[in-house]
């Protein structure tokens, strides 16, 4: 299978400050890659995607950045807040998914 | 309402047992999916169903069969459960052009 990794597996950010939590992957054919969000007890949420034709896409609050030289994906938060605490995974995909390990983001208020 | 359910929530049982997960989605999807996710939560697919069809077997063993009696519901069964079965398992699904995938709540299971 193809490896997606995690840099951090823990990450702790003051409120109100940017959270950036990074992901590198192996497969330089994947075109599609996945950013979700996993509450506590409760299952993976989509946050944000990309195709491999871009290099940033931004969402409300979110901002994923793709750089395939280095095969590494990164999701920043900005103005981070106590519900952004949760395990973050990302998916790339060519033909299927694979997930991350995850990095688990704490937010200190 | 719900869009990926899954029942039970929480299953405990002894090892050889032979247990099933419901999962039932009311988004219209085409295409549903089961993962597991072990105690370092990482996410591993299972099985995945698209018009009643097998599409992904990845290397799960044969204990492990998905049934699909219609487009909403993607069954998991276990049969002769082991240690190593705990996980928390998980249902998805996705639409036909679309790669966002909805994911359940989860069922916890534990082999004792």
């Known amino acids: ?109 | 309402d719900t869009a990926v359910s899954q029942t039970p929530k929480y299953l405990v049982t002894q090892m050889g047992n032979d247990k099933s997960i419901k999962c039932e989605q009311n988004l219209g999807h085409d295409t549903m999916y089961w993962y597991k996710q072990d105690s370092k939560k990482f996410l591993k697919i299972m099985f995945s169903y698209n018009n009643k069809e097998l599409i992904i077997n990845e290397t799960v063993p044969n204990r492990f069969s998905p049934k699909s009696p219609d487009k909403a519901h993607l069954n998991l069964h276990i049969n002769s459960l082991e240690l190593g079965d705990s996980a928390v398992y998980f249902c998805a699904s996705s639409t036909q052009g679309s790669d966002t995938q909805y994911f359940g709540p989860g069922t916890r299971l534990t082999v004792l």
């Open chain 1, 1 to 109: 299978g193809e490896s997606v990794g995690l840099h951090l597996p823990t990450l702790s950010v003051q409120e109100g400050d940017n959270s950036i939590i990074n992901c590198a992957y192996s497969n330089s054919a994947s075109d599609y890659f996945i950013w979700y969000k996993q509450e506590s007890g409760k299952g993976p949420q989509f946050i944000i995607d990309i195709r491999s034709n871009m290099d940033k896409r931004q969402g409300q609050r979110v901002t994923v950045l793709l750089n395939k030289t280095v095969k590494h994906l990164s999701l920043q938060i900005a103005a981070t807040q106590p519900g952004d605490s949760a395990v973050y995974f990302c998916a790339e995909s060519k033909f299927q998914f694979y997930f991350g390990t995850g990095t688990s983001l704490t937010v200190i208020p």
